[in-house]
RNA sequence: GCCAGUGUAGCUCAGUUGGUAGAGCUACUGAUUUGUAAUCAGUGGGUCGCCGGUUCGAGUCCGGCCGCUGGCUCCA
């Protein structure tokens, strides 16, 4: 974001304060920055604020922008600060926050003045143009015991055609949402009758999710990892030995019981559906006794898991209450952790790159103030993470004390088509549940020594994963990955009987292929062909048939002629392995 | 949980100051047999999110729930 833009959207920050307080009485302001994409400021004030409140909100700024008013600096004193902030409470808390014997400074523009470290453009007339976007609640300090202010949102540029541009990138972003294209596209569907955040993967979804599992196993078995499948319940007492009872019981649903045994021994015993599949891993573990030599071992599991996620933070696929982690666990030596960890960072990276994302950033956490486990073992963790970083030439940003209590960790965040930021993977070292659990193996010494154990997610969960998948192709999924990978459409009922066996030949090469035998003529065809997104379209008339070939049609490039349906395969083949 | 919106047919949406619902697409039927982004005609299809209230009468007004959207908080 360049300077000028920051401060143009700082400055119309300001210009909307300044329009609210001569529209509305008593308007006590705290703080208007600017954001990745606009601006907010938050007011508190007896009227509630609404979007039939925007015109006139707006009118009043675009007054001030065409009166073009200076935004005059001054430096002043702490008391003349306090006295000339005195009816505004919030600002004399800022006041408070800035540590004696820096200079303080306010900004006027025309009567309105403002705390504020600046810098700011000009005059209003710089500011160009300024646009509200929506109104909500926020905490004040973004702390939930605090009294809630009115945000306002609104967006702000030079002038109004670039206005008009941003307008333009936010309804572009629109129409990638994962949520809309998801019902266009027939890929999954939530209902309230089954519950919020209870996602259904539909036919051209399940597609897609088969495709990207399919490659995960692949990859996870030609990489030394096991596979599990686990259980997606657990008694009471299991969650009490993990410690998740504890720490995370308002996460989890709420237990189911059920009476076991008969008569007096009857015992009500509570279960409770799995938050996380780690104590399942863990059982897997606990199965036999390992050697040194046995390690390290990594067992994988598309592991589904349900979390009470509060009302009001659900979103889409991107926050649901029941999903399916590509979750793994490794139990290593310590003496071969580096080596491990390197190992996984670069499985990380290989597999992000296949799904398209290429600017991959690390964010390295380390112990916070309340951890468990030996200082040491935190040392050598958080070392193998950096190693590892360093030795795939990774850019990462650190963390300090951002760690969970249990270990230090590395998350991967993968930027979109958009440029929009995700997190995806992660690889987090845990030292609670190997003690809990009482995990060891037997070292070449004979004796029991406790393992390290790592967690690690690539996608994250596959429903969020999907989310992103959707926004980041804009719908349009490679090859590889596309639902429908061909469709065949003849041009008249005389070459079904062609078009069929084309089908069949491709179905039997394992293409994901479906036919449009409507009665319709070819431009109604492809067009619903290409709303679908649909890489390969196969128009069938009377002249391929009688030769034996098809004419591709291919979403990106357009026409590519006739060729035999072998050809077709072979250009097939050659994409989806590239 | 909190603030602000919002909920009408499978989908996208109309529905004027309260007078028991409409369009396009989809689906189905018929005609048409079509050469690269929509062939024509007909037929179906709705407890207007749910519950309650006001009223002679509620999709429309009021209240309470639920869901969804944008935020705040949160995400082991």
Redesign the pocket.
């Known amino acids: 974001m360049s300077a000028k833009i920051e401060e143009i959207r700082h400055s119309a920050a300001h210009l909307v304060a300044s329009a609210v307080c001569s529209l509305f009485d008593n308007v006590k302001v705290d703080i208007g920055p600017s954001t990745d994409d606009g601006f907010y400021y938050d007011f508190d004030m007896e009227h509630?604020l609404?979007?039939e409140d925007f015109p006139a909100i707006e009118k009043a700024v675009r007054k001030l922008i065409g009166t073009a008013l200076p935004f005059v600096r001054e430096e002043v004193s702490r008391e003349q600060a306090k006295e000339i902030f005195k009816d505004q409470p919030y600002k004399l808390e800022r006041l408070a926050d800035i540590p004696e014997g820096d200079t303080i400074t306010i900004f006027r523009t025309g009567d309105y003045v403002d705390l504020c470290r600046g810098p700011h453009v000009e005059h209003s007339g710089n500011v160009g143009a300024v646009k509200l976007m929506?109104?909500?609640?926020?905490?004040y300090r973004?702390?939930?015991h605090n009294k809630?202010l009115?945000?306002l949102?609104g967006i702000a540029a030079p002038s109004v055609k670039e206005l008009d541009a941003i307008v333009a990138q936010l309804e572009e972003a629109k129409k990638r949402d994962h949520?809309k294209l998801g019902?266009e596209l027939e890929l999954f569907t939530?209902t309230?009758s089954v519950g919020?955040?209870l996602a259904h993967w539909l036919p051209k979804g399940a597609r897609v999710r088969i495709a990207i599992e399919d490659y995960w196993r692949h990859e996870h078995f030609r990489n030394g990892y096991e596979m599990l499948f686990t259980p997606h319940l657990g008694r009471a007492n299991l969650w009490q030995t993990s410690g998740?009872l504890n720490?995370?019981k308002d996460?989890?649903f709420p237990p189911m019981e059920v009476t076991e045994g008969d008569g007096d021994k009857a015992v009500k015993e509570p279960y409770y559906v799995k938050?996380?599949n780690c104590p399942f891993h863990i059982q897997a573990y606990l199965f036999k006794k390992y050697s040194y030599r046995d390690l390290p071992v990594r067992f994988a599991e598309l592991g589904t898991v349900y979390?009470y996620?509060?009302?009001?933070?659900?979103?889409?696929l991107f926050?649901v209450r029941g999903f399916t982690q590509d979750d793994a666990h490794i139990f290593c030596a310590p003496d071969k952790i580096e080596e491990e960890i390197r190992f996984t960072v670069k499985f990380c990276l290989h597999i992000l790159h296949r799904f398209g994302f290429n600017d991959i950033t690390a964010y390295l956490s380390t112990r916070p103030e309340k951890a468990v486990g030996d200082p040491a073992k935190w040392e050598q963790a958080t070392n193998s993470l950096r190693a590892a970083l360093e030795a795939e030439g990774m850019a990462y940003e650190v963390d300090e004390g951002g760690g969970?209590f249990y270990g230090p960790k590395i998350d991967m965040k993968i930027k979109d088509a958009l440029g929009r930021q995700w997190q995806l993977g992660t690889i987090q070292f845990d030292f609670n549940l190997p003690e809990r659990f009482n995990l060891v193996y037997t070292g070449e010494d004979g004796k029991e020594h406790q393992p390290y154990m790592v967690h690690r997610a690539l996608l994250g969960s596959l429903e969020r994963f999907f989310g992103i998948l959707i926004e980041h192709y804009a719908g349009a999924f490679p090859t590889w990955l596309a639902p429908t990978q061909v469709k065949v459409m003849p041009?008249?009922?005389?070459q079904v009987g062609y078009a069929k066996t084309v089908i069949a030949q491709l179905q039997s090469a394992d293409v994901r292929v479906e036919s449009d035998l409507a009665?319709?003529?070819?431009?109604?065809k492809?067009?619903r062909a290409?709303?679908a997104k649909v890489p390969y379209?196969l128009?069938i008339?009377?002249?391929?048939a009688e030769a034996g070939v098809v004419?591709v049609?291919s979403r990106e490039k357009g026409?590519l002629g006739t060729m035999t349906p072998e050809a077709f395969l072979d250009l097939l083949r050659a994409e989806i392995h590239e």
């Open positions: 509630r609404c979007v929506s109104v909500a609640g926020s905490y973004g702390d939930e809630m009115q945000r949102y949520r019902k939530i309230e919020p955040g998740h720490f995370y996460g989890m938050p996380m979390r996620e509060k009302d009001g933070v659900r979103h889409g926050r969970a041009i008249t009922d005389d009665n319709d003529k070819i431009g109604a492809i067009r290409t709303l379209m128009v008339g009377g002249r391929e004419a049609r026409d």
